[in-house]
């Protein structure tokens, strides 16, 4: 790790570790350098426990997928989930999205079909969602029907 990234990984933590906001309403990232998983899962944490309402992660390091805690799954406060280049292959189910309106999904490596439709359908208010699906996902090619989405692109 370089100079630079060590104050960047040091200005994140105490961001969040000052921050006298009860409630983080957004958490934005795009990354182009090597994180490590204890930083970013210290990240969301962080933020899941002070009430996240928007999620953005895109990363960009050699195409390697992030993994993710699984107390992003059972988010009560997530309406925004994004995410790019990252590995949903550990999440464990039954996950709870009951206020998940936007789900983009971008380049996201997946378990097997089963987990990638259980996913979807922890989304019971799911307006707006975007799969564009990465070479190797682990998925077959599927139709997807979103009742309740007013805005949905896919590239399956």
Not at 77 to 96: A, E, G, Q
Not at 99 to 106: A, C, S
Request: glycine share 2%; proline share 4%.
């Amino acid at each position: 790790m370089n100079a630079d990234h060590g104050r960047f990984v040091r200005f994140v933590d105490r961001s969040l570790l000052l921050s006298t906001a009860p409630v983080l309403e957004s958490l934005h990232f795009k990354l182009s350098r090597k994180c490590s998983e204890v930083d970013i899962v210290f990240w969301v944490e962080t933020t899941v426990e002070r009430g996240l309402g928007d999620l953005n992660f895109d990363y960009h390091y050699h195409n390697e997928p992030r993994r993710w805690p699984q107390s992003l799954f059972t988010c009560g406060t997530l309406v925004v989930l994004k995410l790019k280049n990252v590995s949903l292959v550990d999440v464990k189910f039954p996950v709870c999205f009951e206020l998940l309106k936007t789900l983009h999904l971008d380049h996201v490596i997946f378990l097997n079909d089963e987990s990638s439709q259980k996913l979807l359908s922890s989304c019971p208010i799911l307006e707006d969602l975007l799969l564009d699906r990465a070479v190797h996902d682990n998925v077959t090619p599927f139709l997807l029907w979103c009742l309740h989405c007013k805005d949905s692109s896919m590239m399956l």
